[in-house]
């Protein structure tokens, strides 16, 4: 299986400062295709999870631009440019690229400092 | 607005049966692919099951290869995981998930059900 692995685990946020989390691949995840399908997703306590990004950096529809995904091959970022209090929640990163084994990060819990 | 409506919450006992549905609404039905999420109390996602828009090629996770059986039916918009031989560790919240496409090979899902709870106890 490719192992996604997050950090931090746990994000302690000042209000209207940057988060970054950051997300690695145990293999590449470029596809054959020559697309990478790195998805970001939120969770809000108590809701399910919510896509934010796709293919690395493409934002959903009703997604605050605050939110911003980057990388390539193994590495990949979610970038927050300023928190604020409804950013609270679980990140999950997860591939598609390997599908059928599609695998999930363990999450980031954001919270406010 | 794309909705999709979990159902068929339960208390289980270890070995036993349950069927959870998911209704589908604000999008054509038939035309995607449709995919089972689950999320085990306090933990991480894990990807379940997938049944492409006709019916016609399933996938299942090997942790529910022989126990789960994925369905749906278009004229219904309704998705369906009947789950058998349960055991502790299927003790989860359930999600159905649009897949991009008709395949059930999915690179994303990009809605997400509110989920539905399936408790495996004796």
């Known amino acids: 299986d490719v192992v996604m692995t997050q950090s931090p685990l746990s994000l302690p946020v000042t209000l209207g400062q940057p988060a970054s989390i950051s997300c690695r691949s145990s293999?590449?995840?470029?596809?054959?295709?020559?697309?990478?399908?790195l998805n970001w997703f939120q969770q809000r306590p108590g809701q399910s999870p919510r896509r934010l990004i796709y293919?690395?950096?493409n934002r959903d529809s009703g997604v605050p631009d605050r939110f911003s995904g980057s990388g390539s091959g193994t590495d990949f970022t979610l970038k927050i440019s300023r928190v604020e209090a409804e950013d609270v929640g679980v990140y999950y990163c997860?591939?598609?690229?390997?599908?059928?084994?599609?695998?999930f990060g363990q999450g980031t819990r954001l919270e406010i400092k | 607005e794309v909705q999709l409506v979990e159902s068929g919450e339960g208390l289980v006992q270890p070995g036993g049966s349950l069927r959870l549905s998911c209704a589908a609404s604000?999008?054509?039905?038939?035309?995607?692919?449709m995919h089972w999420v689950r999320q085990a109390p306090g933990k991480g996602l894990e990807y379940v099951s997938a049944?492409?828009?006709?019916?016609?090629?399933?996938y299942y996770a090997d942790s529910v290869k022989g126990r789960f059986t994925i369905s749906r039916d278009n004229s219904k918009n309704t998705l369906y995981l009947q789950m058998g031989s349960l055991r502790a560790e299927d003790m989860a919240v359930y999600y159905c998930?649009?897949?991009?496409?008709?395949?059930?090979?999915?690179?994303?899902?990009?809605?997400w059900g509110q989920g539905t709870l399936v408790t495996v106890s004796s």
């Open positions: 998930a649009r897949g991009e496409g008709t395949t059930v090979k999915t690179r994303s899902f990009d809605y």
């Open positions: 604000g999008f054509t039905f038939s035309s995607y692919a």
């Open positions: 049944i492409s828009s006709n019916g016609g090629s399933t």
């Open positions: 293999q590449s995840l470029v596809y054959s295709d020559g697309n990478t399908y």
């Open positions: 293919k690395v950096s």
């Open positions: 997860m591939q598609g690229t390997h599908w059928p084994l599609v695998t």
